[in-house]
């Protein structure tokens, strides 16, 4: 069965401190990658998408992720964070070879930055 | 910009009741999802609909079901709602192969 995992349940960092969340999936065909952001109540929102081409995916407020297909990895990075980060990120997967729209999410990452 | 709005934020129902969650979207999406999202378990798939009175299973559908008379309109019923049923209850909405829109989110509690 596909699955997604995020390593890391809870980060804890000072701003302007650099970020990087990881996310494996366990699906080898083509795949689209997602990462989405939760801020403390608001609704899920779409921080950026890979579905083919450059690896190196730049999202809003700053984000990116890199899609390394030989580790079947999507992590997520930021040079500098910022009080404002704080949120719960959630990476997801679509597997195309089941052709569905479905996604698979991770359990969630929850990113606290303090001042 | 896309909407997906539900029909309640907060909701308290006793144990037994039927429970009726209410999604709907604006932009014409093919695809909408019920997803219930808590602490530590990400999102989990409930029922997702592709098309009108289309429906299938996700990865807990037990103890819910799905109505989708019209394109818009996307309702998640608890037939009898139990205590392990209090969550967050996310709708999302889509076209083929895009990115998911997601509503505001519904906090059930089930006393």
């Known amino acids: 069965a596909q699955s997604v995992s995020q390593h890391n349940h809870h980060v804890i960092l000072s701003e302007a401190a650099s970020l990087e969340l990881g996310c494996n999936y366990s699906y080898g065909g083509t795949v689209n990658l997602f990462w989405y952001v939760q801020y403390p109540g608001q609704h899920l929102q779409l921080l950026l998408k890979?579905?083919?081409?450059?690896?190196l995916v730049k999202g809003i407020k700053g984000f990116e992720a890199e899609f390394i297909k030989s580790k079947f990895s999507f992590n997520l990075r930021k040079p500098s964070v910022q009080w404002s980060d704080t949120a719960e990120y959630f990476c997801?997967?679509?597997?195309?070879?089941?052709?569905?729209?479905?996604?698979?999410f991770g359990t969630g990452t929850r990113l606290q930055v303090f001042p | 910009d896309v909407k997906v709005t539900q029909s309640s934020r907060y909701l308290v129902k006793r144990t037994g009741e039927k429970v009726f969650l209410e999604c709907v979207q604006d932009m014409d999406h093919e695809n909408m999802f019920w997803y219930r999202q808590d602490p530590g378990l990400g999102l989990r798939l409930i029922y997702f609909?592709?098309?009108?009175?289309?429906?299938e299973k996700g990865d807990i559908p037990e103890g819910y079901s799905v109505s989708r008379e019209k394109k818009e309109r996307f309702s998640l019923i608890l037939e009898s709602a139990s205590t392990n049923q209090t969550s967050m209850y996310l709708c999302?909405?889509?076209?083929?192969?895009?990115?998911?829109?997601f509503g505001p989110g519904t906090r059930l509690t089930v006393t």
């Open positions: 997801a997967v679509n597997a195309l070879y089941y052709n569905t729209d479905k996604l698979i």
């Open positions: 890979y579905f083919s081409g450059d690896p």
């Open positions: 609909s592709y098309d009108v009175k289309m429906k």
């Open positions: 999302a909405s889509s076209s083929r192969t895009t990115e998911q829109y």
